[in-house]
Structures are given as structure tokens and as C-alpha cells.
């Protein structure tokens, strides 16, 4: 997929956490995705799931909703 879409380094993180558990490269491509201007709805998203892989680690059961915003932005 091309990286410069945000919908896929939001769901290459999901796949290190969920698939590989590597929070670190997951996060990578989180922040990554913040810096592809992504609406104040996929923001929050974003920081959201680093901010928990930065407290818990590994996080399930995020995907749903930024998936949608990203294919959907307005």
C-alpha cells in the first residue's frame, strides 16, 4: 500500500499490535500517519491509540473507526 495514504499505516499499526505485537513499530506508523494531515477526527484516533500503546502496550479493537474516517473523510 502506499505510505502515504493514512489508511495504510493505520492499518500496517494495527497489524504489528495485533498480528506481531510491536507496539514500537506501531507506533511508528501512527505518528506517521499524524504527519499525513488526517482530519481533527483521525487525529484524536491516532493519539488516542499511541497514548494507550504507550500505557498498556498492545491495544485490540481500535480499527472500526478510523478505517471508516480514512476511505470517508468528509
Known sequence: QNPKL???RFNLAKL??????DPE???T???AGLALN??????QVLKNLLER????GPVKGT?????????NPG
Open 38 to 43: 488526517p482530519t481533527p477526527q483521525q487525529t
Open 63 to 71: 480499527g472500526q473507526a478510523l478505517n471508516k474516517r480514512a476511505r
Open 25 to 27: 513499530k506501531a507506533k
Open 29 to 31: 506508523h501512527l505518528q
Open 6 to 8: 493514512l489508511s495504510a
Open 53 to 56: 500503546i504507550k500505557k498498556t
Open 16 to 21: 504489528l499490535l495485533e498480528f506481531k505485537n
